[in-house]
């Protein structure tokens, strides 16, 4: 079993639906749960992170970690063709290295 | 914010010979510095960490003779693909932090690199 899982997608959604993007993990140490964006060829660049469990939002984004299932979640509101990219799931404990899921696809249309 | 450089962007060379990747952090000073890996639709491979002044940290399964990884100066680090084949053709990422007490989201990624051997 993969210490994260992430479906792969590709996920297409018309312009101005509400996004869910899911990762399941094995690890019980994980504390730090981030989710990035990678556009195609480019790096990822940091979008949101949390500490330990609950929600935070920030603007169209709201992220959810659940350790009590070991499932985390970034919601995307009103999403935009700008949106497009592909959202990484990452956590790590406290003093292990990063792991990564592989990698939603999403696609918003016009 | 904290912003990482990586040259090449894309490169092609041919199978046999040596290609090396740069990554600079271009407005801080990196302590450690990490080199992924990523296939398509794959997520990224931890390949090394590694820290200015010290030789690397290899992860399992990652050859080091074949990626030699250099860190001379907290600002600059190489990795060296030796005798590339095309099974080595990828997307190189590094990514750096400041310090070794740096939080998990404080790990700032490179744009990456597209390798292809022919």
């Known amino acids: 079993q993969k210490e994260v899982e992430q479906d792969p997608g590709p996920l297409s959604v018309p312009e101005g639906a509400i996004v869910s993007l899911n990762c399941t993990y094995s690890?019980?140490?994980?504390?730090?749960f981030m989710w990035y964006r990678q556009y195609s060829r480019k790096g990822p660049e940091l979008l949101m992170y949390?500490?330990?469990?609950g929600n935070k939002e920030d603007g169209r984004f709201t992220a959810q970690v659940d350790k009590s299932s070991k499932y985390i979640s970034l919601f995307i509101r009103d999403s935009q063709p700008s949106d497009s990219a592909t959202y990484l799931c990452a956590m790590r404990a406290n003093n292990n290295d990063m792991r990564f899921g592989a990698g939603t696809r999403l696609t918003v249309k016009p | 914010g904290a912003v990482v450089s990586q040259h090449p962007s894309w490169v092609i060379c041919k199978s046999g010979t040596s290609v090396k990747i740069e990554c600079r952090s271009l407005?801080?000073?990196?302590?450690?510095m990490f080199w992924y890996r990523q296939f398509p639709k794959k997520s990224l491979m931890l390949m090394a960490t590694?820290?200015?002044?010290?030789?690397?940290?290899?992860e399992q399964g990652v050859e080091k003779d074949k990626f030699l990884i250099n860190h001379a100066s907290l600002t600059l680090s190489t990795l060296t693909v030796t005798s590339a084949h095309p099974e080595d053709s990828s997307f190189y990422i590094c990514?750096?932090?400041?310090?070794?007490?740096?939080?998990?989201?404080?790990?700032?990624f490179g744009p990456g690199t597209r390798l292809t051997v022919t």
């Open positions: 407005d801080f000073q990196a302590t450690t």
């Open positions: 990514s750096a932090v400041l310090s070794t007490t740096s939080l998990p989201y404080e790990q700032y």
């Open positions: 690890n019980s140490a994980f504390q730090y």
């Open positions: 590694s820290n200015e002044g010290s030789k690397a940290t290899y």
């Open positions: 949390t500490y330990s469990s």
